[in-house]
């Protein structure tokens, strides 16, 4: 008879087999907190801005436009940071620009930073799209390569070097995007003398949405101990009610050999519940609260505290210490051939494909539209959102960890459709900026998913190899969540889907293919599904359909582009959806929760229309169908708070 493992036995193999998957996972780049032993000092708002736009867009770079105040060396405007340039001026040719930009401006450091040679002192953007070049009193401190992620570089030393000068921040940014770039892209030369100027080019891009540029997210300074914490990552389960954290802390700096650490997590109300020592570990919290998804449960978003405080012996026997607190959350994430479960329930995604694109902004982070999307998420009776097609503002995955609002987190792998573009330099590439992502957004619960690209070209014999290697380095990454790529081809040809653990798939019944023919979804819908699921055996998301709307556009019966018609074209998925989320469908996306900007062309009308919302994010029909609908599967599938029971006699209908 085999012996049987009591359950302390049980938790310490968990505990250990969970160690194990922390370390595998990178390190770097934790989201800057204030604490006792670090400081913010965010340097948002107006920078000084000038575009290059002398005919090889490189005479800041030949003038060392870095070497002095950028309004030494010529006009500048006035810029707002975080936000696109784009669109903040009148001029077509800055809404239009590609090459490199400059932004500057200078700082007033705490001279008690400089002084304390036990202060690091770190420039960190969060993001600048798309390579930039960054210089701090004319010294070149960093570069970084990719739109979406955030970088950063220790300046402590430049500072030193003369500490009476004032702090000078110079940005250079540049949105030219290659073959090898991610989103990928290329600049085409028009050389017909008889119907372009000299030198005329144009940008192609394979993806649709406007390549917003400049600094999209907070640029700040923070500072930390030499010896400080430099990672932390956690990764949780539970059984019978006993929640399990188990935690890898990267310490770097001089004295990290003989740092010691302390863990600490408290709950909600401050109550310590569980300690522990060392770099690595586990915390055992008895009758854990669980994280549960919006509309799943009572409490959703449930987040503990942990604390890291690290401490050694300083020169003269003080001791320095640095503290860094993760908030967490317990939960786990598993995939069946039919479901999707978290915490061994099952959850459908009814939720939404977001951009980061608002108005005047662009893509420029900005707090009342991202608290206004999170209550119309929240009003929509929306669990989750996919980052369509880039990673976002870390803020924004803060704010689903903490409202329970479901993530699939993608990459900026749009638009991958020329062969060139599955290269191995592109492949390279790839892989950098999933570690990028994954070392960024790793410990948040609200992440339950990878998606390592949108919509490439799946079908061409290179796709094969180069998307079991991306997946196979994300699973590496990250053993604890599946990894997907969204796909749109023929699943006959796609050589990708062996290897993913979700099937993503995009389709636009009637309006790319039989537009206009809202008869034929039912069967086309069914046909889609039973064929993807046939051939792998797995669990389905519908992470795009839609239909575009120019709001106000009626029509009965409905025709292409009126309120009435996208109304129809829901509900035609949603039959369609209701018996197959009985079987294996596990969650809708609707493309798109808000109208947002493109580049020009004679399909878009002032961008893409296939918003819920207006770009100004007022309701079209379409959302009132929705939300009777994802109120309606949350009251039958959730476990709702009872001031969140939807009042179905409030129900307005189209
Ligand atoms: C899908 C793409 C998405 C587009 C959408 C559309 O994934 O980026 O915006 O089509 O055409 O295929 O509206």
């Given amino acids: 008879m085999a012996c049987p493992v009591k359950p302390l036995q049980l938790h310490l193999i968990l505990l250990f087999a969970l160690w194990d998957v922390c370390s595998m996972i990178n390190s770097g780049m934790l989201f800057p907190r204030e604490s006792s032993s670090r400081e913010i000092k965010e340097l948002n708002g107006l920078w000084s801005f000038r575009a290059d736009l002398s005919p090889n867009r490189n005479l800041g770079f030949e003038q060392a436009w870095y070497k002095r105040r950028l309004a030494e060396t010529g006009p500048v405007l006035d810029m707002p940071v975080p936000a696109s340039y784009n669109d903040i001026t009148q001029d077509p040719k800055l809404r239009d620009f590609i090459g490199w930009v400059w932004y500057d401006r200078e700082v007033v450091v705490p001279s008690r930073w400089v002084a304390d040679k036990n202060i690091r002192v770190v420039l960190r953007v969060g993001s600048a799209h798309?390579?930039?070049?960054?210089?701090?009193?004319?010294?070149?401190?960093t570069e970084h390569d990719g739109g979406h992620l955030p970088f950063e570089a220790e300046i402590g030393g430049v500072l030193r070097g003369d500490p009476a000068a004032p702090c000078r921040v110079t940005i250079a940014v540049n949105n030219t995007l290659t073959l090898q770039t991610l989103p990928p892209g290329n600049i085409q030369y028009l050389n017909d003398p008889a119907r372009y100027p000299k030198g005329y080019f144009v940008q192609n891009t394979y993806f649709d949405f406007f390549n917003y540029a400049g600094i999209h997210r907070s640029v700040l300074l923070y500072t930390t101990p030499q010896t400080y914490v430099n990672d932390v990552t956690v990764v949780t389960d539970f059984a019978d009610g006993l929640g399990t954290i188990a935690y890898d802390v990267a310490v770097a700096g001089s004295a990290s050999s003989n740092a010691s650490l302390k863990v600490t997590l408290t709950d909600g109300e401050g109550r310590r519940v569980a300690t522990a020592t060392g770099p690595n570990g586990g915390l055992k919290v008895v009758d854990a609260t669980l994280w549960w998804p919006y509309l799943m449960h009572e409490r959703p978003g449930f987040l503990y505290n942990m604390e890291v405080c690290l401490q050694v012996a300083g020169a003269r026997g003080e001791v320095l210490e640095d503290r860094y607190t993760l908030p967490v959350g317990i939960r786990t994430v598993k995939v069946t051939s039919t479901q999707f479960l978290i915490n061994d329930k099952p959850f459908y995604f009814h939720g939404v494909n977001k951009h980061e694109d608002s108005d005047i902004r662009g893509k420029g982070f900005d707090w009342p539209l991202v608290v206004k999307d999170f209550n119309l998420m929240k009003w929509l009776g929306a669990n989750s959102f996919r980052t369509s097609h880039y990673p976002y503002d870390e803020e924004i995955l803060h704010m689903c960890d903490r409202h329970g609002i479901v993530v699939i987190d993608e990459s900026p792998g749009v638009g991958i459709r020329d062969i060139r573009s599955f290269?191995?330099?592109?492949?390279?590439?790839?892989?950098?900026?999933?570690?990028?992502?994954?070392?960024?957004?790793?410990?948040?619960?609200?992440?339950?998913?990878?998606?390592?690209?949108?919509?490439?070209?799946?079908?061409?014999?290179?796709?094969?190899?180069?998307?079991?290697?991306?997946?196979?380095?994300?699973?590496?990454?990250?053993?604890?969540?599946?990894?997907?790529?969204?796909?749109?081809?023929?699943?006959?040809?796609?050589?990708?889907?062996?290897?993913?653990?979700?099937?993503?798939?995009?389709?636009?019944?009637?309006?790319?293919?039989?537009?206009?023919?809202?008869?034929?979804?039912?069967?086309?819908?069914?046909?889609?599904?039973?064929?993807?699921?046939?051939?792998?055996?797995?669990?389905?998301?519908?992470?795009?359909?839609?239909?575009?709307?120019?709001?106000?556009?009626?029509?009965?019966?409905?025709?292409?582009?009126?309120?009435?018609?996208?109304?129809?074209?829901?509900?035609?998925?949603?039959?369609?959806?209701?018996?197959?989320?009985k079987q294996y469908v596990i969650g809708e996306l609707i493309w798109n929760f808000a109208d947002f900007m493109t580049a020009q062309g004679v399909t878009r009308v002032v961008g893409n229309k296939k918003g819920i919302f207006t770009r100004q994010r007022q309701p079209k029909a379409g959302a009132y169908t929705l939300r009777e609908r994802y109120w309606r599967i949350a009251n039958e599938t959730g476990l709702l708070p009872p001031w969140t029971k939807y009042p179905c006699s409030q129900l307005r209908s189209p």
């Fill in 130 to 141: 798309y390579y930039s070049v960054v210089w701090v009193n004319g010294v070149r401190v």
């Fill in 423 to 581: 290269g191995n330099a592109s492949l390279a590439h790839h892989l950098e900026v999933m570690g990028e992502l994954v070392t960024r957004d790793k410990n948040h619960p609200s992440v339950v998913m990878w998606s390592v690209a949108n919509e490439p070209a799946s079908e061409m014999p290179p796709a094969g190899l180069y998307f079991e290697t991306v997946i196979a380095h994300t699973k590496a990454l990250d053993p604890t969540r599946p990894v997907t790529y969204v796909t749109n081809s023929n699943y006959a040809r796609d050589k990708g889907a062996p290897f993913v653990d979700v099937i993503c798939v995009n389709s636009y019944l009637s309006w790319y293919h039989d537009p206009g023919a809202l008869d034929v979804i039912s069967l086309q819908l069914n046909t889609q599904f039973e064929e993807w699921y046939g051939k792998y055996k797995k669990p389905i998301i519908q992470s795009e359909y839609g239909a575009d709307v120019v709001p106000g556009l009626h029509s009965d019966p409905p025709v292409m582009f009126s309120e009435e018609y996208q109304v129809m074209v829901l509900r035609s998925y949603h039959e369609v959806f209701d018996q197959k989320r």
